[in-house]
């Protein structure tokens, strides 16, 4: 069982990136997929999820607007597409699948944003 979190990088800021929460041994279906980061110096602060079961979504303020979640069913897979991208958005981000009784968390992904 293992979520794989991947598409970081460095960014100008108004670039964008996209990135992937990638699970093998379990499928995706019926879990709630969260996007969390941690900045330096910061906790960590959820950023979006959706449920995967019917689709349904939700953003944090900081980035509603800028930010989309996507599900790939077909690739078990979750994707976090990224625009607009702003200096404060660096951090690591995480993903995590859960359910009322588990969470998987993936290892993280750098974002960094600056110019």
């Known amino acids: 069982v293992q979520l794989q979190a991947s598409g970081g990088g460095f960014v100008r800021p108004g670039g964008s990136l996209r990135l992937a929460c990638a699970a093998s041994g379990f499928s995706l279906d019926y879990y709630a997929i969260g996007w969390f980061r941690r900045a330096p110096g910061k906790e960590r602060e959820g950023v979006s999820c959706?449920?995967?079961?019917?689709?349904?979504?939700y953003y944090e303020d900081p980035v509603k607007g800028r930010f989309t979640i996507v599900r790939d069913i077909a690739k078990n897979t979750v994707h976090l597409q990224m625009d607009s991208l702003k200096p404060e958005d660096t951090a690591v981000y995480y993903c995590?699948?859960?359910?009322?009784?588990?969470?998987?968390w993936g290892q993280g992904t750098q974002v960094t944003v600056s110019s």
């Open positions: 995590a699948a859960t359910t009322a009784s588990v969470a998987y």
């Open positions: 959706i449920s995967t079961s019917d689709g349904t979504d």
